[in-house]
């Protein structure tokens, strides 16, 4: 524990008034030196407003949707009962079971992405954007499939029952099995990459914004939440992946299980408006409702965010599925195209249905149109900004302690995020540095400290920069799926023909 407490004292140094200075310089020399790195990763596609990385991930995730023949569909119900444990056999290889895999990557995707960043779609193209949202998350449910599947056969399983996985797993052993080049090289760009996303995105930004809404609404300095934040992390995380997979289980279902039932109320509060809501969807999907763009407005934005909030194609959630115990990598791939479903169909679709029923939008009554504020975004009830402050206000119009249970599921989403990236980051921390207890502490330690900074400074340059690093795993990622998916193909076929024939037992 001393490590941790020098950790948070040097932390402590860059949150006092006398060194803002220096985070200012810090973020200012990120400006200079990473803008153009930012600027290419979410430049837009030409005469699109389309940033060519959400492209990529939809690209993607059609590709595969088609080459495995709507396998989301075809696989629901069996992915449930892999994930109920009827084919687990416990004597298989791996540290945690197919429900505890399915939370821990969860936990990494249904985030403040769910609360802040369906908001901003809904602020940005209107309800519209909720259909095109949903039929990505539909989509992405064939790339988790195909990546996770991935992960699961090219893992290292180590003699005392430990097991690596993922991306730079895969890229490096399939390349070489189909005889490619650069896999090697891949592999470490694909590490590094995960390594920075994991300290911004998985890291700074969810401290952050934890600590600002914890603060807005109790008003709890930002230092106390970047310490207590970064003390629980670090007694979670220090335990590896069955410490981290014990928390998700419980963490997961309570958050996402409490945050949907609150919807639902509210829901079921307004169920003569659902019929309304889904109309306005289908209207804003279809035609001009009155956003900058008008519809192809509203697909930009549903795209954009169902891609940051699942994260499908990334590569993330394999990490966290390589993990699981089975001797089946098609049996993970089920299960992990549950993901985008739960995330992005069932969770991110409430959000958006609670703010378009409560009527935080405004339209003008004689034209149907959605009223611009100043910023090109729709204006709101309450006068707040997008993202975490809209969904606040549209919990809030129907229950009034709404806000505060929304800066516990803040914190408890920031915090179930943080230590599933903690794990990302470390698997591609000892990917480059080979693995053993010790270079894993000093991961560990710099992601706790990262969790203060990013509580206590606006470091956006860094963020930024992080962000753009978290979505450049998505580069090597897709291009490795691409080459790699016939084998994938193999897999399924005997796979399917095993569960056919009742080579693959039931257990339960």
Request: charge should be negative.
């Given at each position: 524990m001393r490590y941790a407490f020098a950790a948070l004292a040097a932390a402590s140094v860059l949150a006092s008034p006398v060194h803002a200075s220096v985070a200012e310089r810090v973020d200012a020399l990120f400006a200079v030196s990473t803008t153009w790195f930012v600027n290419l990763i979410f430049a837009d596609l030409p005469g699109t407003g389309v940033p060519w990385i959400v492209g990529w991930l939809v690209i993607g995730a059609v590709v595969f949707t088609l080459y495995f023949g709507f396998i989301q569909f075809r696989a629901f119900g069996h992915a449930l009962q892999i994930v109920r444990g009827k084919y687990s056999d416990p004597k298989d290889a791996g540290e945690v079971s197919p429900f505890q895999a399915l939370t821990a990557a969860l936990s990494g995707t249904v985030g403040l992405g769910n609360i802040a960043g369906v908001a901003v779609a809904v602020s940005i193209g209107g309800a519209g954007a909720t259909f095109w949202m949903i039929l990505a998350g539909l989509l992405g449910m064939a790339s988790k499939f195909t990546e996770c599947t991935l992960g699961v056969k090219y893992r290292n399983e180590y003699p005392d029952g430990t097991v690596s996985g993922g991306p730079m797993y895969y890229i490096k052993k399939g390349f070489a099995e189909r005889g490619l080049p650069l896999g090697g090289f891949m592999a470490v760009m694909f590490s590094i990459f995960c390594v920075l996303g994991s300290l911004g995105g998985g890291n700074m930004f969810q401290a952050n914004q934890a600590a600002s809404q914890v603060s807005s609404v109790l008003g709890v300095p930002s230092w106390i939440t970047g310490l207590v934040l970064s003390g629980i992390v670090f007694l979670v995380i220090v335990g590896g992946i069955k410490s981290i997979a014990r928390v998700t289980e419980k963490v997961v279902p309570f958050m996402g299980g409490g945050y949907f039932l609150v919807g639902v109320a509210?829901?079921?509060?307004?169920?003569?408006?659902?019929?309304?809501?889904?109309?306005?969807?289908?209207?804003?999907?279809?035609?001009?409702?009155?956003?900058?763009?008008?519809?192809?407005?509203?697909?930009?934005?549903?795209?954009?965010?169902?891609?940051?909030?699942?994260?499908?194609?990334?590569?993330?959630?394999?990490?966290?599925?390589?993990?699981?115990?089975?001797?089946?990598?098609?049996?993970?791939?089920?299960?992990?195209?549950?993901?985008?479903?739960?995330?992005?169909?069932?969770?991110?679709?409430?959000?958006?249905?609670?703010?378009?029923?409560?009527?935080?939008?405004?339209?003008?009554?004689?034209?149907?149109?959605?009223?611009?504020?100043?910023?090109?975004?729709?204006?709101?009830?309450?006068?707040?900004?997008?993202?975490?402050?809209?969904?606040?206000?549209?919990?809030?119009?129907?229950f009034g302690w709404a806000p505060y249970a929304l800066s516990l599921a803040v914190f408890l989403f920031a915090f179930s995020t943080m230590i599933t990236w903690s794990y990302y980051g470390v698997k591609a921390w000892t990917y480059m540095f080979g693995e053993g207890e010790t270079k894993e502490l000093v991961f560990k330690l710099i992601f706790c400290f990262f969790i203060f900074v990013g509580a206590v400074t606006s470091l956006d340059a860094v963020i930024d920069f992080s962000d753009a690093a978290l979505f450049s795993m998505a580069i090597f990622n897709i291009i490795a799926l691409y080459f790699l998916m016939p084998i994938v193909k193999r897999e399924l076929q005997s796979y399917l023909l095993r569960l056919k024939s009742g080579q693959i037992k039931a257990y339960k």
């Open positions: 509210i829901l079921l509060l307004n169920w003569d408006m659902i019929g309304w809501a889904f109309s306005e969807i289908l209207r804003g999907a279809f035609t001009d409702s009155g956003i900058v763009g008008g519809m192809v407005g509203a697909i930009i934005q549903g795209f954009r965010r169902a891609a940051f909030s699942n994260e499908a194609g990334i590569g993330s959630a394999a990490i966290a599925h390589s993990a699981v115990r089975t001797k089946e990598p098609i049996s993970e791939g089920f299960v992990s195209l549950l993901e985008p479903f739960i995330d992005t169909v069932i969770i991110c679709t409430m959000t958006a249905l609670v703010i378009i029923i409560t009527q935080q939008l405004l339209i003008d009554a004689n034209t149907g149109m959605y009223i611009l504020g100043e910023n090109g975004r729709i204006a709101n009830v309450e006068g707040v900004g997008a993202g975490v402050p809209l969904t606040s206000a549209a919990f809030g119009s129907a």
